[in-house]
């Protein structure tokens, strides 16, 4: 039985599992996905740090994002988990607000820390010569605390927004979890304003930086085109097919979600879009650039042949 009883300050989170046997086969099958990506992004993270060889520019940012990703997907499948199998789909103001925060922060920091990533194959593949200069160690953590600082700061004028706008008696979110966009449905007064703040910083922090990503590539393309090495360019094209796999896997979904007006927007496609970019795309991305790296998983084998001579 499950439990509908909610104080004042307390929203219901209808949740995305249906009461039947497909809604327990697609909570196994999202606990599974779960698993996988926290397995594979730590992996990574563990292997970046153990492996020196992949103590460079490229794989110090690949870590990071899946450390923005491990915690990306720990903001959502939790919750939803605990609500589907207790049955109490209830979530206070605060923890409504602290995982709105959380998953704001984090969507923004990723789309700008992939912006990076581009930068570093631009500038990789275009300007080999001053790569060492362009993409210092002092850059790599500048663009990674630029991407965590504005993050938040965009994550925390929409949360404090969310928070203080008054909302009607019914507060079932119909969502999976604290949406904003979602969470604007129920509220009591007229919000266009706010929407259009939406647009306006979608645009800038999703749209922008998609359109930056394209056209470094449009340049890198051209580059690869001109290079006379066919083993320089097969491996310059297979690690920019790989970020741009994972960018078109990311930016998509996301932007289709929140530059579309409400009146054109609904529930259950919002919420399908959401698994892509909240849940999907974290668990694909260390297969990604795992499975077609051969840097990757030659640091795996060193590593595992490390591990094995200590046993040993």
């Known amino acids: 039985m499950e439990s509908y009883n909610q104080t004042l300050t307390d929203f219901f989170l209808m949740g995305l599992f249906p009461p039947t046997s497909i809604g327990l086969f697609l909570f196994i099958f999202i606990a599974l996905i779960f698993l996988m990506a926290l397995f594979g ?62 998953f704001l922060t984090l969507a923004v920091a990723e789309a700008l820390l992939l912006t990076s990533m581009a930068y570093d194959r631009y500038v990789a593949i275009c300007f080999p010569l001053h790569y060492p200069i362009r993409m210092n160690k002092k ?32 507060r079932a979110i119909n969502h999976f979890f604290c949406d904003v966009p979602a969470m604007l449905t129920l509220a009591c007064m007229d919000t266009w304003v706010y929407e259009y703040t939406v647009f306006v910083s979608t645009t800038l922090l999703i749209v922008f930086p998609f359109i930056g990503i394209a056209s470094s590539y449009g340049r ?35 932007a289709y979600t929140y530059l579309r007006p409400r009146s054109l927007r609904s529930p259950t496609e919002d919420k399908a879009l959401a698994v892509f970019y909240t849940i999907l795309t974290p668990m694909l991305n260390p297969i990604i650039y795992s499975l077609r790296n051969k840097e990757v998983i ?15």
């Not at 563990?46 to 940012?61: A, G, R, V």
């Not at 939803?80 to 959380?102: D, E, P, R, T, W």
């Not at 504005?150 to 949360?159: L, P, R």
């Not at 030659?298 to 040993?312: D, F, N, Q, Y």
């Open 298 to 312: 030659g640091a795996l084998r060193r590593v595992i042949e490390r591990m094995c001579s200590i046993k040993i």
């Open 220 to 254: 890198v393309l051209f580059a690869i085109c001109h290079m006379q090495s066919t083993e320089g360019r097969k491996k310059a094209y297979s690690t920019c097919s790989t970020h741009l796999t994972v960018v078109t896997f990311y930016y998509a979904p996301f």
């Open 139 to 170: 850059v790599c953590v500048l663009m990674i605390i630029g991407s965590w600082t504005i993050g938040s700061i965009n994550s925390c004028a929409h949360t404090v927004y969310a928070l203080h706008i008054p909302y009607c008696q019914s």
């Open 41 to 102: 992004n730590l992996s990574m993270i563990i292997l970046i740090l153990l492996d020196t060889q992949l103590h460079t520019p490229m794989y110090f940012l690949l870590s990071q994002l899946s450390l923005m990703d491990l915690n990306y997907i720990s903001t959502i499948v939790p919750k939803m988990a605990f609500n589907y199998l207790f049955g109490n789909k209830s979530i206070s103001l605060i923890g409504c607000g602290v995982q709105s925060f959380f």
